[in-house]
């Protein structure tokens, strides 16, 4: 498991930036909220360097758990609208 002590915050941003690109090139709001939760996470381990590399996963997925119920229940409520305005 010592691939998970190199990790740093270039690493999540690397890992955000392609997810964006999979957003992208898909019709789903699902590599957004991944895309945000790398990036927060980067944003994290950036001013605290010195976690464990589990424990950045831990964060990613703790972020990743939250924001992707988020965004499906935000764009269901999205398309609701615009459906009754129409």
Request: hydrophobic share 65%; aromatic share 12%; net charge positive.
């Amino acid at each position: 498991m010592e691939i998970f002590y190199i990790l740093n915050h270039w690493h999540w941003w690397a890992l955000a930036t392609l997810l964006l690109i999979a957003e992208l090139l898909s019709p789903s709001a699902w590599f957004l909220a991944l895309s945000l939760s790398a990036l927060a996470t980067g944003l994290v381990v950036w001013g605290m360097p010195a976690l464990a590399g589990l424990v950045q996963l831990g964060i990613f997925a703790g972020l990743a758990a939250v924001s992707v119920p988020g965004a499906l229940m935000y764009l269901r409520r999205r398309a609701a609208t615009r459906a009754g305005t129409d």
